[in-house]
């Protein structure tokens, strides 16, 4: 009996897929088709892939073409899998012509003809079209805008800025550049803000009053109830609505965050997170007229984000010490806020001009977990024991600083009309929290 096994993702099923299964399995007698799971993708860079894993081996097994179908997870498997499954011929698209030719010391290889025309890429660009717009001063879009060409099916529509000279090629070669927000509503269905804190709830207000759906970076609004407003338009005009903080959409982080609730830490005491930088996001952003994006707004979400996320938002107690930068200011280009909470603490350090080591540390009953500088860039984290020996040490790649992962999910959530939050709604309006009670000094202590 001659076996043959192919591989591939299969979002999406399409005739060229079926044309590939239909000359894979004239090959040979048995055909096993390895289906790639979704983590594996992501770390090929397939990230906005539609279907669930389940999904696309339901459509392959569908064809009645596939004898026996496997989940293709790891790096290096197609040579166990050669070996285990007693393979006599591996076939791919000759899209991989060449890349597969070191299997031929394992069993024979073959390119099969991709078929023209069509891919999974071009389906979910067509069907899954999201006009995009950006909105801010700062540099930092530059890398947005390049990171959003790898997500499929989104298309930057134009930039409402006041800063086109300081923007990429990229963004000052789009469709709109304007400094008239409404202008650049009118010819997105969505867009991303990156503007200075003070500007984002009358923006995204705006701006989901028009239907559009907004991706904004946190703080999404300088007050709880005005977060609150925010989610509840969403709701009324059926509008996705997600705040951007990257570090929650980077695989190391939330499986972290798995691994804290399967208890391997014990209970958790005391979460630290510190987060600085020498200069802002950008310059413009630190500028004199800017007093309001200090640290505080700067940092201030990221920092909180797994201190909420790990002990929740029902704190009994925090106090807020900030160094500001003159008396008429509220600027700060250092501040530190701890938390306790009936059978825990945290604290958090932020600055910007204030240079402290990036770390996350989270104390549990059994162990803890230590995640190096810069820990909001989650590749890697370790959990340590009394014993070392029992050290873990975990590292998932994160691409692009995680921005693609986040435009995928957004594109995802406006196709599906469904959110799937990495930031809930209630951790998003704390955070909103904490911003208002740093402006109305509720808890603060103030050093010069
Ligand atoms: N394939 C093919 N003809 C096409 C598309 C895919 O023969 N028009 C083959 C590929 O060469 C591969 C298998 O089908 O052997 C699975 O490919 P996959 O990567 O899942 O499909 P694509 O449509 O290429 O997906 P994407 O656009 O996401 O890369």
Known sequence: MVKVITYGTYDLLHYGHIRLLERAKALGDYLIVGVTADDFDKRRGKINVQQSLIERIEAVRATGLADEIIVEEYEGQKIDDIRRYDIDIFTVGTDWKGKFDYLNE????????????I?????????????LGLAGESDYLNKVAAESLFVNGVVLTGICTGNAPAMSEQIRKLPCVTKDFDRLLDVSDAVYIHSLPQLHYAQVKEALM????????SPLALS?????????????????????????????????????????????????????????IS?????????????????????????????GKNYTKKEIVTHVLSSDSIYDDFTR????????????????GVKSEGELIISGTKGYVYVPAPWWKTDYFEIRYENPTDNRKYFYQLDGEGIRYEFASFAKAVEKNRVNRYIEENISEAICGIMEDYIIRKDVLFIR
């Open 210 to 217: 028009r239907g559009r759906h907004v991706l904004c970076e």
């Open 119 to 131: 891919s999974s890429s071009e389906i979910r660009k067509e069907s899954h079209l999201l006009k």
């Open 106 to 117: 394992y069993c024979r290889v073959v390119y099969l003809e991709r078929t023209e025309g």
């Open 224 to 280: 709880r109830e005005e977060c609150r407003e925010l989610y509840d338009i969403a709701r009324d005009r059926n509008c996705v609505l997600m705040d951007v903080l990257r570090t929650a959409y980077s695989t190391a982080y939330h499986r972290l965050r798995l691994l804290l609730k399967s208890g391997a830490i014990g209970k958790v005491v005391s979460v630290e997170a510190t987060c600085t930088s020498l200069r802002g």
């Open 337 to 352: 806020i701890d938390f306790v909470y009936p059978d825990a603490i945290a604290s958090i350090k932020v600055g910007i």
């Open 283 to 311: 310059e413009q952003e630190t500028g004199e007229t800017n007093k309001l994006w200090g640290s505080i707004t700067a940092w201030g979400p990221t920092a909180l984000l797994p201190v909420f996320q790990i002990l």
